[in-house]
């Protein structure tokens, strides 16, 4: 395929200060998931990385075994990203952890206006203790509910069951399907890692499930978009191609965010994932086939 999904993947975490973005961060490190991993944040000796993990630290870049590399931003985050895209071997993913205060949609805004870029969500964790003072502080408040309007996954930490007015509350300011932030892998969820099959997939990893579906005949390009606006919110990731009465559509679902570009093609081939606590392979099969 060509287009977004061949471009080099862009995610940013964010959320307000102390919400728990540098531990998950170290989470994403050291996961065996086999993705050279290109990390830009406000300073990277924040991030409490094993030392186990390290090749060699320089300036303004740490290098480790894995062939993950964690970069400074230096006040410049542009600058940072082009060491990135420069580096050889290529990353496969590149995040970019905000500051605390920071609006990751006008990052992610400037960002992907790089040709090389493509658009891989935005995550903001929300600290589960303090965030009903936080959302009600006048200072504070816009900002914090900004991070979580333009979040295309919301993950709460310091909880294992959030309240239930909490959970109201950030649905009220678009939160798809906020949830708990477990201790099960983060990198199939966040990355998409999940391949175009060739047969029935029944789960990506245990904490998630995985949909696909192939078929040589043709929807028409209403029902397709009909499809897109009405998708279950447990369907996180959704990727492939759609074959239309009006030709082949390459689409990228992450959250919130469609895009859906011409290409090539005479079939369908759809892959989708979410977390199984929030949607079942039944679910996405009823929604595709409109039932």
């Not at 961060?25 to 993990?53: K, M, P, Y």
């Not at 408040?141 to 709460?156: E, F, H, K």
């Not at 447990?234 to 759609?242: E, P, Q």
Request: proline share 7%; with cysteine; glycine share 8%.
């Amino acid at each position: 395929m060509t287009g977004a999904l061949s471009r080099m993947p862009l995610t940013i975490v964010s959320g307000f200060l102390g919400a728990g973005k540098t531990t998950l961060i170290n989470r994403l490190l050291s996961e065996d998931h086999g993705l050279r991993l290109a990390v830009i944040v406000n300073d990277f000796g924040s991030v409490n990385i094993d030392a186990a993990l390290i090749r060699q630290s320089g300036a303004h870049t740490v290098d480790l075994n894995n062939g993950c590399v964690c970069c400074s931003m230096e006040g410049d985050l542009f600058m940072a990203m082009d060491a990135a895209l420069s580096r050889e071997p290529r990353p496969d993913h590149l995040i970019v952890e905000t500051s605390g205060i920071a609006d990751p949609a006008a990052i992610a805004q400037a960002a992907i206006a790089d040709p090389e870029i493509s658009y891989g969500g935005i995550l903001t964790l929300v600290d589960a203790l303090n965030a009903p003072a936080l959302l009600d502080d006048p200072l504070m408040g816009p900002q914090v509910s900004q991070q979580i309007r333009a979040a295309d996954l919301v993950l709460m930490t310091k909880c294992d069951t959030p309240a239930d007015d909490l959970m109201a509350r950030l649905k009220s300011l678009g939160a798809r399907a906020p949830m708990p932030l477990s201790d099960a892998p983060l990198a199939p969820l966040l990355f998409g890692m999940v391949p175009l099959p060739k047969g029935p997939v029944a789960s990506a990893h245990p904490a998630y499930v995985a949909w696909s579906h192939t078929s040589d005949q043709p929807i028409s390009r209403a029902a397709m978009g009909a499809r897109l606006e009405s998708r279950p919110p447990g369907l996180y990731r959704l990727k492939g191609t759609v074959l239309t009465d009006d030709g082949a559509y390459e689409l990228h679902v992450v959250g919130q965010h469609v895009e859906a570009r011409r290409t090539g093609g005479t079939r369908t081939e759809l892959v989708g994932l979410g977390p199984k606590d929030r949607i079942s392979v039944t679910d996405i099969d009823r929604w595709w086939q409109g039932n």
